[in-house]
Nanobody, 125 residues
């Protein structure tokens, strides 16, 4: 299983970025894919997730600003981030849901068993 994030960078507050998570080595369409982020000195937190059936989940802090989507033909999940705030600054990771993945606790790290290396997102004020 291999997950690679891309699309991070430096953006001004109010700007937009689109992150991509490209996956290989497993039946991509059969698994949930989540986005997490970790800011310096903070715990890794769930940002968004798309289930194998296409349901979408969002943290309250990003609802209305971030949109997750998946293209199973390309084995890729996207995270469109808009109206970015300095507090969105973090390393963003994508992760593949485990076989026991449960939508009710999509934001818990233990629901995912394969992770990418992360991509840095920095939002300047």
């Amino acid at each position: 299983v291999h997950l690679v994030e891309s699309g991070g960078g430096l953006v001004q507050a109010g700007g937009s970025l689109r992150l991509s998570c490209s996956a290989s080595g497993f039946t991509f369409g059969a698994y949930a894919i989540g986005w997490f982020r970790q800011a310096p000195g903070k715990e890794r937190e769930g940002v968004s997730c798309t289930s194998s059936s296409g349901n979408s989940y969002y943290a309250d802090s990003v609802k209305g600003r971030f949109t997750i989507s998946r293209d199973n033909a390309k084995n890729t999940v996207y995270l469109q981030m808009s109206s970015l705030k300095p507090e969105d600054t973090a390393v963003y990771y994508c992760a593949a849901g485990a076989q026991w993945w449960r939508g009710s606790i999509w934001y818990q790290r233990w629901e995912y068993d394969n992770w990418g290396q992360g991509t840095q997102v920095t939002v300047s004020s």
